[in-house]
Structures are given as C-alpha cells and as structure tokens.
C-alpha cells in the first residue's frame, strides 16, 4: 500500500512539473522568439561584398548558358517536328 502512495505522489509531481515546463515554454512567447533570432543572426558569418559579386556572376553565366541551350533545343525540335509533318526531305 506504501508503494502505491509512492507512486501516485510521484505521478502527481510528474504532472506538475510537466505543466510548469509548458508554461515556460509558453512564457517567452514572440519577444523570447526574436531575441533567439537577433543572437543566432550575430553568429552567422556573413560574405564580403567581392565573393558576393563573384558569386552572382556564375550564377548569372549558368543561367545564361541553359538559356542559350533551352532555345537551342526548342529551335531544333521545332524543326524537327516541322520536317516530319511536311515529310519533306
């Protein structure tokens, strides 16, 4: 019977304790929210301008070149399926 006080006691306690971690949880709220943001955004390191630049320009060259490729290909199935509809050779 000693032990079944025990453990109810201790399922009391449990339940308690799992209550006040929610209110904490629910305590920070929005403001908690962006002071974690402000101290994550310190931490990240940051490009400097030149790989910035640097960065941009292959992404631009890349998006360039596919386009280039994409109106290649679409020219070239364009005439492709021209020639098999005419059926001329």
Known sequence: MAKDKTLAVSEAEGKSEG????????????????????????????????????????????????AVITALLDQGFLWLFQFAISGKS
Request: glycine share 8%; net charge positive.
């Open 19 to 66: 209550k006040k971690k929610e209110k904490s949880k629910k305590q920070g709220g929005i403001g908690k929210w962006f002071k974690d943001l402000k101290l994550e955004l310190k931490k990240v390191v940051w490009p400097d301008k030149k790989t910035v630049v640097n960065n941009s320009i292959v992404v631009f060259a890349a998006m360039l070149g596919f």
